[in-house]
């Protein structure tokens, strides 16, 4: 099974949704862009958002199994996918790609 590399490519955040809809909370997400998880597998990475590792997953365990060209042609590395978390006042984006063995 091949390691799988996450990383935070963006982070968006719609104010006005959240004053509109979302209920005042202090803390939502600790991700920042740039941060990288490695993913050993169906295991989530330590400290990696659960709802986040919940929308992902199946893509991570796809890449990790060896599966590629997801969506037919999607990506232009057939061994990547660009995901985003289903947050919908503050989505992160999440790059996956497949590790080269060592």
């Not at 099974?1 to 935070?8: A, E, G, L, V």
């Not at 005042?24 to 709802?51: L, N, T, Y």
């Not at 995901?83 to 060592?102: A, H, I, K, T, W």
Request: net charge negative; with cysteine; proline share 5%.
């Amino acid at each position: 099974m091949k390691k799988i590399k996450i990383t935070i490519m963006r982070i968006a955040c719609y104010q006005d949704l959240m004053e509109r809809y979302e209920n005042p909370i202090e803390h939502a997400c600790d991700m920042q862009v740039g941060q990288v998880f490695i993913a050993d597998g169906w295991r989530k990475p330590e400290g990696f958002c659960d709802s986040a590792w919940e929308t992902i997953s199946p893509f991570v365990m796809t890449l990790a199994h060896g599966g590629q060209d997801i969506y037919e042609g999607w990506m232009k590395n057939p061994r990547s996918a660009m995901l985003s978390c289903n947050d919908g006042f503050r989505p992160v984006s999440f790059y996956l790609e497949v590790m080269e063995e060592e």
